[in-house]
């Protein structure tokens, strides 16, 4: 099973390599653009990455979608990212 796992780590970190250079493409073009038209644009991209914990559904696990399991996503996903906006206040 280790191997499957690093397998899926080597995926998603390619899949993150193309995004970021899509990201850094897209902002190049924003900033010729705005050049041409004498404004001057400063974008800041964060990549934010997630990875399932040992109860949640992976690659290889079924999904729950019960409105529990859902509930417990989304109220978890809403205290970090509350957290991050302090973090980034602080």
């Known amino acids: ?3 499957k796992r690093r397998q899926n780590e080597k995926m ?3 899949l993150e390599i193309r995004l970021i ?3 850094d493409y897209a902002v190049e073009a924003r ?3 705005a ?8 974008d800041s991209i964060y990549l934010i990455s997630y990875r399932p914990g040992l109860g ?3 690659p290889d696990k079924s ?7 859902m509930t417990q996503r989304w109220r978890a996903g809403f205290l970090d ?3 991050d906006q302090w973090a980034l206040q602080g």
């Open 1 to 3: 099973m280790g191997w």
């Open 12 to 14: 998603i970190y390619c």
């Open 21 to 23: 250079n899509v990201c």
């Open 31 to 33: 900033r010729l653009r």
């Open 35 to 42: 050049q041409l038209e004498g404004k001057v644009v400063q």
């Open 56 to 58: 949640e559904a992976g």
């Open 63 to 69: 999904f729950d979608l019960s409105r529990t399991a």
């Open 81 to 83: 990212t509350e957290n």
